[in-house]
């Protein structure tokens, strides 16, 4: 069974940093492209970032670019997510989830940004 | 940037009786590979997003056969057949041809 688990989220204050993790299980992590999708409080799903299975490619929406920086330890079966210098608006749901075309989905780790 | 839009944003559904839900983007879909990746999620209350359907039309595992997806180019739509209870909640259109946008949801419910 794929298994997808969030951690790191909290409460921070405008302009410190943050980093994620997901941890996978119940498939070969390192045989798929992973990515971070957040959702802010009652809003819509947005796409933050994702990386291919050997990080040779990565990619950002505009919204993060410059600020957040994603990672993956094959060898630990986990994803990460720096996130520096937050912003009120990076408050939201943060997930993780599967492959290029999200095929499974964590259960989001909260991330609330404020003074 | 490739824009997604649905339409309706609400839709108030008897139960048993058919449901559409239209996206289109600002772009084609198609990619140089030929594939077209249009993918349509369900988020029910207090859930995480589950994918329904990949590649426009493409029913994943376990989702039930009311579930259906057409489309091409810039035109998609999601149709359920006979709408059941489980079926409320919020679904997306997305497109990962050029990288990665959602369509800002529609929200199903029962009448």
């Known amino acids: 069974e794929v298994q997808l688990v969030e951690s790191g989220g909290g409460l921070v204050q405008p302009g410190r940093s943050l980093r994620l993790s997901c941890a996978a299980s119940?498939?070969?992590?390192?045989?798929?492209?992973m990515h971070w999708v957040r959702q802010a409080p009652g809003k819509g799903l947005e796409w933050v970032s994702g990386?291919?299975?050997?990080?040779?490619?990565?990619g950002y929406a505009d919204s993060v670019k410059g600020r957040f920086t994603i990672s993956r330890d094959n060898a630990k079966n986990s994803l990460y997510l720096q996130m520096n210098s937050l912003r009120a608006e990076d408050t939201a749901l943060y997930y993780c989830?599967?492959?290029?075309?999200?095929?499974?989905w964590g259960q989001g780790t909260l991330v609330t940004v404020s003074s | 940037d490739v824009v997604m839009t649905q339409s309706p944003l609400s839709l108030p559904v008897t139960l048993g009786q058919p449901a559409s839900i239209s996206c289109r983007s600002s772009?084609?879909?198609?990619?140089?590979?030929?594939?077209?990746?249009l993918n349509w999620f369900q988020q029910r209350p207090g859930q995480s997003p589950r994918r329904l359907i990949y590649?426009?039309?493409n029913r994943d595992s376990g989702v039930p056969d009311r579930f259906s997806g057409s489309g091409s180019g810039t035109d998609f739509t999601l149709k359920i057949s006979r709408v059941e209870a489980e079926d409320v909640g919020v679904y997306y259109c997305?497109?990962?041809?050029?990288?990665?946008?959602f369509g800002p949801g529609t929200k199903v419910d029962i009448k």
């Open positions: 990386i291919s299975w050997n990080s040779g490619s990565i």
């Open positions: 989830a599967k492959s290029s075309s999200l095929d499974y």
């Open positions: 772009q084609s879909l198609v990619h140089s590979d030929g594939n077209t990746y």
């Open positions: 590649k426009v039309s």
């Open positions: 997305m497109q990962g041809t050029h990288t990665f946008t």
């Open positions: 119940g498939f070969t992590f390192d045989d798929y492209a």
